[in-house]
């Protein structure tokens, strides 16, 4: 009797869990979800190294995006400032207090915005021995010492193997750089990232092509004023309106989806707020949607099932080895590769 009763359970549970999955496949079908990301140029199940392979090395630093590229992330990730002088450069802070040691070279500076400091000074400033102090279980001497980069820099890594990854590049504080859309889409402009063509080659059949595709660029921002300067200045570029649990309470999400359907962009939520029903609207909209930022394998394959069609993850390698993309090399060869 006993032996019924745990079965009828388990038949009731599993037919639950049956009618669960099934309805999320019905309102984000796949077919549709992989065809407006195919009509981008964008891989279905985008890997989006977030400030490159960061849970392994110092966020946007040479040895963190050199993992992520060489590891075969679909997409190296990096938040775009402005120095005092002009300067495009990749960072994710307003200040230089978290990832430098700002506090021992420019005493009383701590607090100051990026662009209230030249490149020169900027490249006085150690951005990786935080990451040693921080997780030393992670350290490596190499790690100390390492440079702020430049975006050109950042570019040059991202061509610079046989995998060639795209850029997925955000805008967070446009209203402390005006003017700044328009300048990075020159710059990319020039470097051939828009509206060019590559001549670079790949490396060989499994490795990754994004960066040759026309889905090589996407722009992000929180800002709905600055994702339309990237649809007024780039129009063929693809562009993802970011959004979280603060953004949700200051406009409300209907104001969001209109916004980001206006715009075309892509739906870039959070992951605490990417809910299958809005994921659905928002591909029934024609949109695709990125979530951020999935650092775990479970987190991947819920959201996956609830529509994400791609992730921002501080851990490329484990995203790929989920998705069946082992890479062909292991971290510490990567590294070593690079002498860090
Ligand atoms: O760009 C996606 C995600 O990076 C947004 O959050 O703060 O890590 O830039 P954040
Ligand atoms: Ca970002």
Request: proline residues 4%; aromatic residues 8%.
């Given at each position: 009797m006993v032996k019924r009763i745990w079965a009828a359970v388990i038949i009731f549970i599993g037919a639950i869990v049956f009618i669960l999955i099934s309805v999320l496949w019905i309102i984000n079908p796949e077919g549709k979800r992989a065809e407006i990301c195919r009509k981008h140029g964008i891989p279905f199940r985008a890997i989006i190294a977030h400030r490159g392979a960061s849970f392994y090395a110092p966020e946007e630093t040479e040895p963190s995006y050199l993992l992520a590229r060489d590891l075969g992330a679909d997409y190296l990730e990096a938040d775009i400032q402005r120095t005092k002088d002009g300067v495009l450069i990749a960072l994710?802070?307003?200040?230089?207090?978290?990832?430098?040691?700002v506090a021992a070279?420019?005493?009383?500076?701590?607090?100051?915005?990026?662009?209230?400091?030249t490149l020169a000074e900027l490249r006085k400033?150690?951005?990786?021995?935080w990451f040693n102090a921080k997780f030393p279980e992670k350290?490596?001497?190499?790690?100390?010492?390492l440079k702020i980069l430049t975006l050109e820099e950042f570019l040059r890594i991202a061509v610079g193997g046989s995998h060639k990854p795209g850029i997925y590049l955000e805008i967070k504080s446009p209203k402390r750089f005006p003017g700044i859309a328009r300048r990075l889409i020159e710059i990319l402009t020039r470097f051939g990232w828009i509206g060019g063509e590559f001549s670079a080659s790949t490396g060989?059949?499994?490795?990754?092509t994004v960066g040759i595709s026309s889905g090589r660029v996407i722009l992000q921002s929180f800002d709905p004023e600055c994702v339309a300067e990237f649809t007024q200045y780039a129009p063929s570029v693809p562009r993802l309106y970011l959004y979280g649990a603060e953004e949700i309470e200051k406009a409300g999400w209907q104001t969001i989806l209109r916004t980001a359907i206006g715009q075309k962009a892509g739906f870039g939520p959070s992951g605490y707020v990417a809910m299958p029903f809005k994921n659905s609207e928002a591909h029934r909209a024609g949109l695709f949607v990125h979530v951020y930022t999935i650092n775990k394998a479970w987190q991947a394959r819920a959201l996956s099932l609830f529509g994400a069609d791609g992730f921002f993850t501080d851990r490329a390698d484990l995203l790929l080895e989920i998705y069946g993309?082992?890479?062909?090399?292991?971290i510490g060869n990567i590294f070593a590769k690079h002498g860090y």
């Open positions: 994710h802070d307003d200040t230089l207090e978290r990832t430098t040691n070279v420019f005493p009383g500076r701590e607090k100051d915005y990026v662009e209230t400091f400033l150690d951005a990786g021995s350290a490596r001497k190499s790690f100390s010492g060989g059949t499994d490795m990754v993309r082992r890479p062909s090399e292991t």
